[in-house]
């Protein structure tokens, strides 16, 4: 089965740039999507289709992606920016919708 | 705005039944596609169903397959999801979302609902 991989965790200071990955064979043919999600809150999308960004995300939020890997960058992290962040797409058929295991991010 | 509320959770016996339903308002819910998504601290999360906006196409993950069932509906602004057979691997966070659809195809769950939670245990 399709899998996406992301690191456990990642840990920044105030202010600096976080950098979360996601890695999955078919990523270069479809879309990456991220999902917040803040300890007992639903997941919020953060960006869609790779790069672009919801109404009302914060303009540090940004997405890339380059072969096989998706990437979230946080440009100046703040401390309310802790939280689980997870990686979605397809598999090269589309049929199949996965997530990634989820990275913690620790903003302190 | 978009509002997504499910309930039905709680605690089930194994082989038991439970049906989760999920109000919906703030948009036209005719128009969408709607799905069921679980989360587990071991497995993370895991799209468990879909429906389209006039419920013909329907999807199901194959861990669920025969024993759930994803209905909805539009006069009442309402999604379901029937649970039979239940195992104690379904144990989660059942959240609804809208899913934004291209061309009648799914692509991504868009909003999400906070959450309600199964339990599936003796």
């Known amino acids: 089965s399709y899998e996406l991989t992301q690191p456990p965790s990642v840990s920044v200071s105030p202010g600096q740039t976080a950098r979360i990955t996601c890695s999955g064979d078919?990523?270069?043919?479809?879309?990456t999507y991220w999902y917040q999600q803040k300890s007992g809150q639903a997941p919020v999308l953060v960006i869609y289709?790779?790069?672009k960004r919801p109404s009302g995300i914060p303009e540090r939020f940004s997405g890339s992606s380059s072969g096989t890997m998706a990437t979230l960058t946080i440009s100046g992290a703040q401390v309310e920016d802790e939280a689980d962040y997870y990686c979605?797409?397809?598999?090269?058929?589309?049929?199949?919708?996965?997530f990634g295991g989820g990275t913690k991010l620790t903003v302190l | 705005q978009v509002q997504l509320v499910e309930s039905g959770g709680g605690l089930v016996k194994p082989g038991g039944s439970l049906r989760l339903s999920c109000a919906a308002s703030?948009?036209?819910?005719?128009?969408?596609?709607m799905s069921w998504i679980r989360q587990t601290p071991v497995k993370g999360l895991e799209w468990v169903s879909y429906?389209?906006?006039?419920?013909?196409?329907?999807y199901y993950a194959d861990s669920v397959k025969g024993r759930f069932t994803i209905s909805r509906d539009n006069a009442k602004n309402s999604l379901y999801l029937q649970m039979n057979s239940l195992r104690a691997e379904d144990t989660a966070v059942y959240y609804c979302?809208?899913?934004?659809?291209?061309?009648?195809?799914?692509?991504?769950?868009?909003?999400w609902g906070q959450g309600t939670l199964v339990t599936v245990s003796s």
């Open positions: 979302a809208r899913v934004r659809a291209v061309s009648g195809i799914p692509t991504y769950p868009k909003y």
């Open positions: 703030g948009f036209t819910f005719s128009d969408y596609y």
């Open positions: 429906i389209s906006s006039i419920g013909g196409t329907i």
């Open positions: 078919a990523l270069p043919k479809q879309y």
């Open positions: 289709e790779d790069i």
């Open positions: 979605y797409s397809t598999d090269s058929s589309g049929n199949h919708r996965v």
